[in-house]
């Protein structure tokens, strides 16, 4: 048996441990408060731009938990500028994916043993900002597990946001687009 000398063990990192105790209870709150008030969330498109942005901020700070967002910014594509819809939405929704980063920064995630964290982890730890951005800009139920990635691989914070963001702006930006000229298609079918 090999004994493990104690004066070659690292010291325990109260500071990082506290870190990520909190960055998991602020994902588990901000998750449990988004399904409490997910019933609601259309409410805040009475607000413009800035409910908007709170919609988006919302529906995706929660983890592995599906919200409206994506259909809120369809809809007030066709009703506000869509150009600024997008931004609005890519902006919050960027904001609202730190929740898988900070889950996966927290060194808690579970999620490790599933085979699609073994598909996408790779990726991340490959291409970076790159896989972000991919990831984030095409509708898929699984960049949660990607933002875990990041966080769990140490990626900078601020290199994950702003990837991060582009994918969004491209991903709502579309979207609001679909809604403008979808429903006003439709609308125009109609008459």
Same mark, same amino acid.
């Given at each position: 048996m090999n004994a493990v000398d104690s004066s070659t063990r690292a010291p325990f990192d109260w500071k990082t441990t506290i870190l990520r105790v909190l960055a998991?209870? %602020?994902v588990v709150g $901000?998750?449990?408060l988004v399904f409490s008030i997910r019933d609601r969330v259309e409410e805040f498109a009475a607000f413009g731009y800035p409910g908007i942005f709170l919609i %988006?901020?919302?529906a995706n700070a929660t983890v592995f938990l599906p919200a409206p967002g994506v259909a809120v910014v369809f %809809?007030?594509?066709a009703i506000f500028n869509p150009i600024f819809v997008g931004l609005a939405?890519?902006?919050g929704g960027a904001l609202g994916e730190l929740s898988g980063y900070l889950a996966g920064?927290?060194?808690q995630a579970v999620i490790e043993r599933l085979d699609v964290y073994n598909r996408i982890e790779p990726w991340v730890r490959k291409y970076g900002g790159w896989a972000i951005l991919v990831l984030? %800009?095409?509708p898929n139920p699984f960049f949660d597990i990607a933002g875990v990635a990041a966080g769990m691989s140490k990626m900078p914070m601020a290199r994950f946001l702003f990837f991060c963001w582009l994918g969004?702006? $491209?991903k709502m930006t579309l979207f609001a687009l679909a809604g403008a000229y979808s429903l006003n298609w439709i609308l125009d079918f109609a008459k």
């Open positions: 998991l209870v %602020a $901000i998750t449990v %988006a901020l919302l %809809a007030m594509g939405a890519g902006s920064y927290s060194g984030s %800009a095409v969004q702006l $491209i």
